[in-house]
């Protein structure tokens, strides 16, 4: 007797929906946000400097700022790069949308590249034929929590006079060469959105080795002034002034309170990361028709998703129908990512479809299998009972 998938009337695998991704809130993060909440600051006082000092420690970096979104660190690392109307920037299309709305925001355009079809992180090979003169950055996302080929995309780079920043919402915790993301380019964007490796609500982080790049941050986020309230009513005085445009990009330290309490665990959330990866891998492994991400020599992966991609000519149901099969099994798979360019914002900006040939196609292949330190054993077991059945039915 074949088994009957529950697509088909047959029971589930699972009888309540497992997320793809979600935070994880332990009583020490509660009593953190608490004792902020008992205190004189709510915003901007001695727990922000304090979760940023955390935070460039865990990444090897010199200075860290705290932004209110992921998509407000991405603004503020494009502002602080000196980016500016008509510059063009490179970006694999890959990507959450803010990824490259952040290029807009300088007024400057997005030139996307097409991604290597093993890690689906940007091809080095695929941006010198995306440059023109007004080429000015690359915008590295280390897709699914791996590190681009930053060797090879440097060289690029190199040779053209471009910057590299990294839109590292994926990443925190990965190394590339031994060396963690967050010091290896002079800008980089974290996000702590929930579904991210920390959770703070909404939040994100910039990272930099130049103090020069800290102070524009600083002042970036607070409507271009650098002393604050706090400092001033120290001193005495009232005078403040806003020596560039900013914006009120501040993380409350209510928010910076549970980010440094999280931060704590990353390590221990990290290994679980790559325990339930690695046990997928490895049950995938007697499923041709499954192809996981490739992993890179010298790429130390975060782990923030665990994507497999289908080979559509061995199964008579494409991505559209397995998704469907498997939400029914209990389990909650999720496609990332749409190829930016589209989104129908960026469709009435005359990006044509066809223009990244291997993204679209990974596109269409693509799930995200849950992953979360959270995860019980048994609830990895069940996504890798459902893979199998929703497979093993739909041989072609
Ligand atoms: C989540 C994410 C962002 C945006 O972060 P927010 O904190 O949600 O603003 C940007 N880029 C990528 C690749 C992301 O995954």
């Given at each position: 007797?074949?088994?009957?998938l529950?697509i088909?009337g ?8 497992l ?11 509660v009593a ?5 909440l008992?205190?004189?600051?709510l ?25 209110s ?5 991405l ?5 602080a790069?000196?980016?500016t ?8 299309p890959?990507s959450?949308?803010a990824?490259?709305?952040?290029i807009?925001?300088q ?13 689906c ?31 090879a ?11 590299i920043?990294e839109?590292a ?10 060396q963690p993301v967050g010091?290896?380019s002079?800008l980089?964007?974290f996000?702590?959105?929930p579904?991210?490796?920390i ?10 080795d ?21 400092a001033?009513e ?5 005078h403040y002034?806003a ?7 501040r993380?409350?330290?209510?928010l ?11 390590p221990r959330w990290l290994?679980?990361?790559?325990t339930?990866?690695?046990r997928?891998?490895?049950?995938f ?5 499954i ?5 890179a ?7 923030h998703l665990?994507?497999i991609?289908?080979r559509?000519?061995a ?16 389990i909650?798979?999720?496609v ?5 360019y589209?989104?129908?914002?960026y469709?009435?900006?005359g ?7 291997v ?23 069940d ?8 497979v ?5």
């Open positions: 007797m074949p088994v009957r529950a088909d047959g029971t589930p695998v699972r009888g309540t929906m997320p793809y991704a979600r935070h994880v809130i332990d009583d020490d993060d953190a946000v608490v004792d902020v008992r205190g004189d600051w915003t901007t006082g001695p727990g922000v400097a304090a979760y940023e000092e955390a935070f460039a420690e865990a990444v090897g970096a010199k200075h860290a700022v705290a932004v979104s992921g998509t407000a660190a603004h503020a690392a494009t502002a790069s000196g980016l109307w008509l510059d063009e920037v490179i970006v694999p890959l959450f949308v990824t490259a709305n952040c807009y925001y007024g400057a355009k997005p030139v996307f590249a097409d991604v290597d079809s093993g890690t992180n940007l091809d080095p090979a695929a941006i010198e034929a995306q440059l023109t003169g007004r080429s000015r950055a690359i915008l590295v996302v280390h897709f699914a929590g791996q590190p681009a080929d930053m060797d995309i440097r060289a690029v780079a190199q040779k053209h006079g471009l910057s920043y839109d919402a994926h990443a925190l915790g990965a190394k590339y060469k031994g010091a290896l002079p980089t964007a996000s702590t959105h579904v991210k490796h959770a703070t609500g909404e939040g994100g982080m910039v990272t930099t130049d103090d020069m790049l800290a102070r524009k941050l600083l002042a970036f986020r607070n409507h271009g002034i650098l002393r604050d309230s706090h001033r120290r001193e005495g005085d009232w002034d020596a560039t445009l900013g914006y009120n990009y993380m409350p330290d209510v910076c309170a549970l980010g440094m309490s999280q931060l704590e665990k990353m290994a679980r990361r790559q339930i990866a690695a997928y891998t490895q049950a492994e007697n499923l041709p028709e192809e996981p991400l490739v992993q020599v010298g790429c130390e992966s975060a782990w665990y994507i991609r289908l559509l000519d199964l008579r149901r494409d991505r559209g129908e397995m998704f469907t099969a498997l939400r029914a099994e209990g909650g798979v999720n990332h990512y749409l190829p930016i589209h989104h129908s914002h469709q009435t900006f990006y044509a479809k066809g223009l990244c040939p993204a679209e196609a990974q596109y269409e292949r693509m799930l995200t299998l849950p992953l979360w330190p959270g995860m019980g054993d048994d609830d990895v077991e996504v890798i009972t459902a893979v199998h059945k929703v093993e039915a739909s041989r072609a």
